[in-house]
Nanobody
Framework: QVQLVESGGGSVQPGGSLTLSCATS????????VTWFRQAPGKEREAVAR????????YYTDSVKGRFTVSRDTSKDTVYLQMNSLKPEDTAVYYC???????????????WGQGTQVTVSS
């Protein structure tokens, strides 16, 4: 059974940094991707960054390129999202999700974490 648990959210001032963690289980034999999504109030959920479990190059949406870095530690079964130079528009609930087809559409994802709030405000 696949389980995903996010942690690391919080409040930070503009320009600050946060690192989100997605602890996974059940992905040992998984071939696919873990994607970080976010959803701000009143907005649709969007894919922010994606990394393959065994292959696939990382993907970033344009608005976070150069500021966010997605990585994985296979020894800890954890995927990270390092967020630097945070902006107020990065405020959202962040979710990690897993999909065998590495889809760009959130509707294709079956496995989701519970979400963690990130607030960027002065």
């Amino acid at each position: 059974q696949v389980q995903l648990v996010e942690s690391g959210g919080g409040s930070v001032q503009p320009g600050g940094s946060l690192t989100l963690s997605c602890a996974t289980s059940g992905l040992t034999d998984y071939v696919g991707c873990v994607t970080w999504f976010r959803q701000a109030p009143g907005k649709e959920r969007e894919a922010v960054a994606r990394i393959g479990i065994r292959r696939w190059s990382p993907y970033y949406t344009d608005s976070v390129k150069g500021r966010f870095t997605v990585s994985r530690d296979t020894s800890k079964d954890t995927v990270y999202l390092q967020m630097n130079s945070l902006k107020p528009e990065d405020t959202a609930v962040y979710y990690c999700a897993a999909d065998p087809g590495c889809s760009a559409r959130d509707s294709d994802y079956v496995y989701w974490g519970q979400g963690t709030q990130v607030t960027v405000s002065s």
